[in-house]
């Protein structure tokens, strides 16, 4: 086994610290003793409100991981008066400690603590005496997150006087710990490209000014090769080809494996296979520049390395299945159908007196966590929060903004007035002779002609008029789904001056809760915390209609498929596939709403570009993994519908990194766009922390301590 804090790594394109924070919370128990072997010498990050996270995280880590104690009093205050947005506090200075450019950077801890004095004055003194009994250990861990997390830019310029090379960073990170162990100079690389160019939805969204700027001045096309964005990729061979780091992984988005790069004599050629090989020799695929040491790494998969690795054979390429690069997240605890491209790489002269057959035997993601965790169960015990009211439709294409004082009492108003507005429109497609209060009682109702009504009779008449269909039986039960959360929201806000005592009067009913293992992995050391980044944005009055009516759908269409598995016999169902094929073929009932059942409740959105995406209002499903959160989470919540009718809004940042495996005491900084945007773009933690569990298998295997 290792010692606390022995294996260094440096994090790259690190965002607001995903992968860190696996790495970092990876732990092996000695008895009673609990080690934390990874530790963070370096990470670097370009966006501003990302690089602030990270380095607010990088300052708690140094208590709960390297220190193995519970976050400090400063932090806990400093979040709590973020929360409730205080004013001119003490703990609110230590932003401005952690961040703050008007400091030089300082080569000790002392000369930090002078620093702070002559800056920040009487300020630093009344910090100082509130919280003196931990000082030291506070300027300890800011000078450590100050030293270890750079605002920096690899390969762009987005970011003025913070770009360039990122290498001689890495090498006084590493003559650092050189330092403290003269022997020990290895280090592990992590971190996963900007991959807007090679996502699905990115190469959908490209701008007519990337088609301009990037297109070939022969044909006038778009050349994937010219997008900086493409070849990010080559900033990660650079760090590579100049400081052998001993393993790294890479990650990037599945899109990766069906992107074509365009050669110069027009053949096309696939990503992944061009990533793979250039990884493989780093310094060959940046034409041998002669300060690049001709280092060669064997990549490999981390689900079978076994069968899925190149190390140099031009026919491995070939044989490689690159579905095998890909991870799904929901297989290992993260509830979110998240699949993504992780590439592993072992510099090859570790392999000496290695077989190479053994070694990447064990390159495999260990599946100790509950699979297909749903997002009622990631999301279920948070508290409850309700919107307020942005704006209101004033005529079709005008809208009025609410004041802030009133946004609170208008959103009691709107969500009262919608939901009767949609269950009239519903009532447009109803038969009269319906009437049931569930698709469990369905058994017990006759329809018009005295008959008991069975499924078997839906299935085979839905279009008669003696035998009422599934879509009408579907339809009345969302519409007793809204009545009944008209009546409960009633309820709520009657006597209620403000959301937040409306949120502590109701309690989502879940059905399942988190597992155990899962809901240690939150809580982890956030005792005495208030939920953090846990706020809903406000909404306009016809979004709100959507989302409650699109959360009244996800919920009537669990009941009736769970009632069609539960009565169509299995010998049926095998004929007509599953009941969720047989109820979109058959019926038109598709498991999230459309723009068509959207426009039958005079709901559709007045876009221009309707069809491009057909499910551009999507409820993440209670009983399911959540569909795969990215950065469009920061543009409007559409896509990110919380499945409580009730709450009828979309996710707030906390849930979102509930769905990414944050703990709970991490705190994104920025404004609530930005922290949108970081969750999106974030690496799971929880996964990080498998492939860390890897990577502690392979450096055993190199780097073993002498017993």
């Known amino acids: 086994m290792f010692m606390h804090q022995s294996i260094p790594f440096v994090d790259i394109f690190a965002g607001p610290g995903g992968l860190s924070e696996g790495f970092s919370a990876y732990r092996q128990c000695d008895g009673s003793e609990l080690r934390h072997p990874f530790y963070s010498i370096l990470s670097a990050e370009k966006e501003e409100s990302a690089f602030c996270t990270l380095r607010l995280r990088a300052f708690l880590r140094y208590f709960i991981y390297r220190k193995n104690e519970t976050a400090p009093k400063v932090y806990i205050d400093y979040v709590s008066d973020r929360t409730r947005e205080a004013k001119n506090t003490p703990a609110l200075l230590l932003s401005e400690l952690i961040h703050s450019r008007d400091i030089s950077p300082a080569s000790c801890i002392a000369e930090l603590r002078i620093s702070f004095v002559n800056e920040f004055k009487e300020q630093w003194e009344v910090f100082a005496s509130t919280y003196k009994e931990h000082l030291d250990d506070i300027l300890t861990a800011i000078f450590h997150a100050r030293h270890d997390v750079k605002h920096f830019e690899l390969g762009g310029d987005d970011v003025p006087d913070k770009k360039g090379n990122i290498s001689p960073y890495i090498e006084r990170a590493l003559a650092e710990v050189c330092t403290n162990n003269a022997d020990y100079h290895e280090f592990i690389l992590v971190g996963g490209p900007p991959c807007q160019a090679y996502s699905n939805a990115g190469r959908s969204r490209r701008s007519a000014q990337d ?35 001993a393993i790294f992984v890479m990650e990037n988005v599945r899109g990766m494996l069906s992107a074509q790069f365009t050669n110069a004599d027009g053949t096309k050629e696939q990503v992944w296979k061009r990533v793979v090989s250039e990884l493989h020799h780093p310094s060959k695929a940046l034409g041998g520049i002669p300060s690049f040491k001709s280092t060669k790494y ?66 495999k993601l260990p599946e100790i966590f509950a699979h297909n965790v749903s997002v009622e169960q990631a999301i279920g015990d948070l508290p409850a929060q309700f919107s307020t009211l942005s704006s209101v439709s004033t005529d ?4 009025k903004s609410i004041p802030t004082s009133k946004a609170e009492t208008e959103w009691k108003k709107a969500i009262c007035i919608q939901i009767k507005d949609i269950a009239r429109e ?9 009437n049931i209060k569930s698709f469990d009682e369905w058994k017990d109702e006759v329809n018009s002609t005295g008959k008991k009504l069975y499924f078997s009779e839906i299935l085979e008449n839905k279009k008669s008029d003696n035998t009422i269909t599934i879509n009408a039986l579907f339809k009345f039960r969302i519409k007793q789904i809204l009545e009944q959360t008209g009546i409960k929201i009633d309820e709520l806000t009657k006597g209620a001056d403000s959301k937040f005592n409306i949120g502590s009067k109701y309690n989502w009913p879940v059905d399942h809760e988190c597992p155990e293992s899962l809901l240690s992995w939150y ?21 709100i209609a959507r989302y409650v009516y699109s959360s009244c759908y996800a919920v009537a269409y669990r009941e009736l498929e769970e009632a069609l598995k539960a009565d169509i016999p299995d010998r049926v169902l095998s004929k007509i596939g599953t009941v969720k094929d047989f109820l979109k073929k ?49 543009k409007d919540g559409h896509y990110y ?25 991490y705190f994104f900084e920025g404004k609530p766009t930005q922290q949108r945007t970081q969750v999106g773009n974030a690496v799971p933690p929880l996964l990080a922390t498998h492939i860390s569990s890897v990577i502690y298998e392979l450096w055993k295997t190199f780097f073993a301590p002498p017993t």
């Open 211 to 245: 088609l301009k700027n990037y297109m070939c001045g022969d044909t006038g096309k778009y050349v994937f090769d010219k997008d900086p964005r493409a070849t990010l990729y080559k900033e990660y061979l650079k760090v590579l080809a100049e400081n052998e780091p």
């Open 298 to 363: 064997v990549v490999t998969s981390l689900v079978s390395g076994k069968t899925c690795f190149y190390s140099g054979e031009e026919s491995q390429l070939s044989n490689i299945n690159p579905n095998d690069f890909l991870v799904r997240a929901s297989d290992f605890g993260v509830p979110q159908h998240r699949d993504r491209v992780i590439l592993l790489g072992i510099r090859a002269d570790l392999l000496d007196g290695h077989s190479i057959d053994e070694v990447l035997t064990t390159v």
């Open 396 to 399: 079709f294409a005008k809208r």
């Open 426 to 434: 519903i009532d447009k497609y109803l038969p009269k002779n319906i």
């Open 523 to 543: 809580k982890y050391k956030s005792a005495g915390l208030p939920i953090l980044n846990h706020y809903p944005r406000g909404h306009m009055d016809t979004d």
């Open 586 to 634: 058959e019926h038109s009932i598709y498991d999230r709403v459309s723009l068509d059942d959207l426009k039958e409740v005079s709901l559709a959105p007045d876009h221009k570009n309707t069809q491009s995406f057909v499910d551009r209002f999507k409820v993440q499903r209670a009983e399911s993994p959540a569909t795969t959160v990215t950065c469009h989470l920061s």
């Open 641 to 665: 519908i919380h499945p409580d009718p009730v709450q009828c809004r979309s996710l707030t940042v906390r849930e979102a990194a509930r769905l990414q495996t944050f703990p709970d005491n």
